[in-house]
């Protein structure tokens, strides 16, 4: 498609009018409302946001302007983002588990002038107000709010009006998509309806849904991209989108039964939960086709047991990817466990699959310096662990107004576009797949080697009394002592110190002699992981680096 004339088919919002042309009376979003669970088609999904638009528009919106959003999940959230796309304007999403101090932080950088919040959160912008001067026009969805229309309510004479999308380039800026901050300060993301476009793309090919699909989204902005693919979204009321680690297996799997649902997806710690209560009781899952997790590495253990729980036809998918591009790579969960698991065990690292088609990804040397040009000899050749970078349409081209982090983050080519820099290190293997083996930042770099971490961990956590391990760095780069960290399984640790001190030899014995992880001499036992907000699944290893430093000085 040319990127020289605003089109209103470049538009993001068009994605979802040409869905409800397709199948109008196909449900869209199913939604829980008080005890009842609620429907909405397509078609009405379209109007809102269209009506929604208008009234917007009326109340002075113009494109352009940067609109934070603060709804519950449901369809509100979709057809307002959805509404916004159409507008032109840019829909500005914070992850609500970043903290109050990170989030104002956030409002204060990107400076949204339309803010678009449930009564609670109005509430929380009269009391942090002075993050909030640059907003102009606030509404509320369906609640009531003074100062703050609702939406819904504006949008009630327009009911039945289309609204044609705001013509628009593909490389416009759609949305503002703010990073969790789970591994350095949260950065807004900028997307391009490019961008957008090429992933509804990418998401079609890499998992062939059919027509009818049903979802049940453990990760809620993920319906937005339902909305997109034609896929009815059962909004699963025993999932929390800020606390996805104290879902309710037993309530996500009688949603999962009831509305026959073909796909899930979301965090491992998510599905790790229902999987372990399916176990248990053993129940199976028939009518799923696909289990799709990601957020952190998802352990040979999670796909056995859901191996068990799905269809012979079913399985287990985990798309690597980041905030800034998405999706990178995918590797099916029965795959795993006949070609990597075990190459895992051994230290080789978590395999994610192949690159996904139009993404191109290479491996360079490691460094912490801005990279302003990519020139052959900086290209890792196979088996080698280096730096991940990835180029193509999914891939974002800048954070907001972050100059600094774009020059760390970016490396620019001829063509105009960039290469991005995950952050991540790993390597590609003799078949092109993909291997991630840690975040950069948290590669452990001693006097006689660097150690990748999840390399490691992958070793550890063949024990049974591991549920996961993390591998930290003690004291400065070049001459850090590595100390790996295991939170227990409650139900395996030995109460008796004597079996314990066994437990902690058997763990480091797989390390005894290994080229590359014999430093591993120490071992601490850690109750429950810090974790990331958005998935409950990354490890803070930071904040563990810095328990472990004072453990060891005691």
């Not at 809102?48 to 352009?64: H, N, Y």
């Not at 903290?99 to 932080?105: H, L, Q």
């Not at 079609?204 to 453990?218: A, L, N, S, T, Y």
């Not at 990748?452 to 001459?479: C, D, L, Q, Y």
Request: proline share 7%.
């Amino acid at each position: 498609m040319p990127n020289s004339q605003p089109t209103s088919e470049a538009n993001t919002g068009s994605l979802l009018a040409k869905t409800a042309s397709e199948m109008p009376q196909t449900e869209a979003i199913i939604f829980p409302k008080g005890s009842k669970m609620l429907g909405w088609t397509f078609e009405k999904l379209n109007q809102t946001a269209d009506s929604f638009a208008l009234a917007m528009q009326k109340a002075g919106v113009v494109p352009g302007q940067k609109a934070l959003v603060m709804l519950q999940s449901g369809p509100e959230l979709i057809a307002t983002v959805y509404a916004l796309f159409k507008l032109g304007a840019l829909p500005v999403m914070l992850d609500p588990g970043m903290g109050m101090d990170n989030m104002m932080r956030c409002v204060r950088h990107v400076k949204p002038e339309v803010f678009i919040g449930i009564a609670k959160a109005q509430i929380m912008r009269l009391l942090y107000s002075k993050s909030f001067t640059s907003v102009k026009l606030k509404f509320t969805g369906s609640e009531w709010f003074p100062g703050a229309p609702s939406l819904t309510k504006l949008a009630a004479p327009f009911e039945g009006q289309t609204f044609e999308a705001h013509p628009v380039c593909l490389d416009d800026t759609a949305a503002i998509l703010f990073t969790s901050g789970s591994t350095g300060p949260a950065k807004g993301v900028v997307y391009q309806h490019r961008m957008f476009q090429a992933q509804v793309t990418a998401l079609r090919k890499m998992f062939d849904f059919e027509e009818g699909e049903i979802d049940v989204p453990g990760y809620p902005l993920f319906a937005l991209f339902d909305a997109a693919l034609g896929i009815t979204a059962v909004i699963p009321a025993s999932i929390n989108p800020s606390k996805p680690a104290a879902c309710e297996p037993a309530a996500v799997v009688d949603t999962i039964i009831k509305f026959n649902a073909t796909m899930c997806q979301g965090s491992p710690t998510i599905w790790g939960k229902v999987g372990d209560y399916c176990k248990e009781c053993n129940i199976k899952l028939p009518t799923l086709k696909r289990v799709i997790t990601f957020g952190a590495p998802v352990s040979p253990a999670l796909l056995r047991t859901w191996a068990n729980i799905l269809s012979e036809d079913a399985d287990v998918y985990t798309p690597y990817g980041a905030t800034e591009s998405l999706p990178i790579a995918l590797m099916r969960g029965s795959d795993v466990i006949k070609e990597t698991a075990d190459m895992t065990a051994e230290g080789a690292g978590t395999c994610v699959g192949h690159p996904a088609a139009g993404t191109k990804v290479k491996i360079i040397k490691i460094t912490d310096e801005p990279i302003s040009e990519l020139t052959a000899d900086m290209t890792l050749s196979a088996n080698h662990v280096g730096e991940i970078i990835v180029y193509g349409d999914v891939v974002t081209q800048e954070y907001y107004e972050e100059p600094e982090a774009n020059a760390l983050s970016k490396i620019p080519t001829k063509d105009g576009r960039k290469w991005h820099r995950v952050g991540d290190v790993g390597y590609l293997d003799d078949k092109n797949r993909l291997w991630f083996c840690g975040r950069k930042s948290h590669r452990v770099v001693t006097p006689k080697t660097t150690i990748f971490p999840v390399m490691a961990e992958g070793m550890a956590n063949t024990h049974p009394v591991v549920r996961r391990s993390a591998v930290v760095g003690i004291g400065k780069p070049g001459a850090q002592e590595p100390v790996l960290i295991v939170e227990p399984r409650p139900e395996k640790m030995p109460e008796e110190e004597k079996k314990e001190a066994v437990i902690v030899r058997q763990i480091l014995a797989r390390f005894d002699d290994h080229e590359k992880f014999g430093e591993i001499r120490r071992l601490l036992f850690y109750d429950s992981f810090p974790v990331d907000p958005r998935h409950n699944a990354k490890i803070h290893r930071e904040e563990l680096a810095a328990w472990a430093e004072d453990e060891l000085k005691s």
